[in-house]
């Protein structure tokens, strides 16, 4: 079966999971700086801030949820390779196909619809931060949670139809 009409999708999909995952990289550099900004200023000086303790909070959050499509097209998430380690390239591709179908695609879709009102909400009254001093914009760091489950939906998409590649492919004779 070829596949080659859905090359441009899969290429997408790549370049949208390396785009979103070396932005998640950056964000952890900048989430190491401020976590050791934090405890210098707290050990070192005595002063806190209620944002920067926020902050750290965001970029945790969305270094998570960007890096998630780049984990799955890099592999990076987890198998049970120890069944799978004995069996055929094609068992694994349909299993892997199956999983994908059967089990991340449907999360992606229920973690996009529950969030979604969710979100809404949260961008109905730009929600901020409850406490004194934090940041202001907290719906923006909500918005993730959608997006997070797009992106990876769109990997997993790609992911599904490599996977239906390898285990459609003729055995060798």
Known sequence: M??????PLLRA???VSEAAGRLAGLLAIALVGLVFALVVARYALGIGSVA????VLWLHASVFLLGLAYALKHGAHVRVDVFSQRWTPRTRAWLEFA??????MPFCLLMAGMSWDYV???WAVKEGSRD???????YLLKSLLPLSAFLL???AAAETLRALRVALAREPS
Request: hydrophobic share 55%; no cysteine; aromatic share 6%.
């Open 2 to 7: 070829g596949l080659t009409r859905f090359a």
């Open 13 to 15: 999909a790549d370049a």
């Open 52 to 55: 920067a303790q926020e902050a």
């Open 99 to 104: 999983g994908m179908v059967l089990l991340l």
């Open 120 to 122: 809404a909400a949260s």
């Open 132 to 138: 004194p001093g934090g940041l202001p914009g907290w």
């Open 153 to 155: 939906m769109l990997q």
